[in-house]
């Protein structure tokens, strides 16, 4: 399994300071399927909000449809 396509970038969620770190996962088996690997992690003050987002098989498709819902997290 090799890593590829790695993500590190600063954002904002809610207003609230973020980044975005993840990376796509390509198996060894050429018959296997793939995946992506993210997290955000949104600063609130004092706490820190980790996201995990795991997105199979490896579709730009659906992991751009899983980014938009987690930069529309809203806080209560």
Do not use: C, H, K
């Not at 399994?1 to 300071?17: H, I």
């Not at 770190?21 to 820190?48: A, M, N, W």
């Not at 980790?50 to 751009?64: E, S």
Request: a negative charge; hydrophobic letters at 40%; glycine letters at 10%.
């Amino acid at each position: 399994m090799r890593r590829v396509e790695p993500l590190e970038r600063a954002t904002t969620v809610d207003g609230r300071p973020a980044w975005n770190s993840g990376y796509r996962v390509v198996p060894d088996d050429p018959t296997d399927e793939g995946g992506y690997v993210q997290t955000t992690v949104i600063e609130d003050g004092e706490r820190r909000l980790f996201v995990l987002v795991l997105v199979g098989p490896a579709d730009p498709g659906l992991l751009a449809e899983a980014r938009s819902a987690a930069a529309t997290l809203r806080f209560a």
